[in-house]
């Protein structure tokens, strides 16, 4: 079992920035793949960036709303993975949580992953 806590959220205006993190314990961290999901009020938690294992290349996929805007990293030396969210919008308000693959390749389905962190809001004002 991988017990995941991110960090980093909070308020910022829309064209800011914001860097979270997660930092997981438990199993080989390098080994499975790691993703960023989001969940705004009334809404279905959804996919927003994932990066693979080592043994895929650290491989990274993005949510199509995100792509350009935000950076999915890991340091492995350090359990941890980031997500990078630059030019903010008022549409990515929500509650954002990391998750850990039961596998190595980046996947985006919420199924695919085992254990979840407890989550961190972050909140972009218009």
């Known amino acids: 079992q991988v017990q995941l806590v991110e960090s980093g959220g909070g308020l910022v205006q829309a064209g800011g920035s914001l860097r979270l993190s997660c930092v997981a314990s438990?199993?080989?961290?390098?080994?499975?793949?790691m993703g960023w999901f989001r969940q705004a009020p009334g809404k279905e938690r959804e996919f927003v960036a994932g990066?693979?294992?080592?043994?895929?290349?650290?491989?990274?996929k993005y949510a199509a709303s995100v792509k350009g805007r935000f950076t999915i990293s890991r340091d492995n030396a350090k359990n941890t993975v980031y997500l990078q969210m630059n030019s903010l919008k008022p549409e990515d308000t929500a509650v954002y949580f990391c998750?850990?693959?039961?596998?190595?390749?980046?996947?985006?389905?919420?199924?695919?992953?085992?254990?979840w962190g407890q989550g961190t809001q972050v909140t972009v004002s218009s």
């Open positions: 990066i693979s294992g080592t043994w895929d290349g650290g491989t990274t």
């Open positions: 438990g199993r080989s961290f390098s080994t499975y793949g």
């Open positions: 998750g850990a693959s039961m596998y190595s390749t980046v996947l985006a389905g919420q199924n695919s992953y085992g254990s």
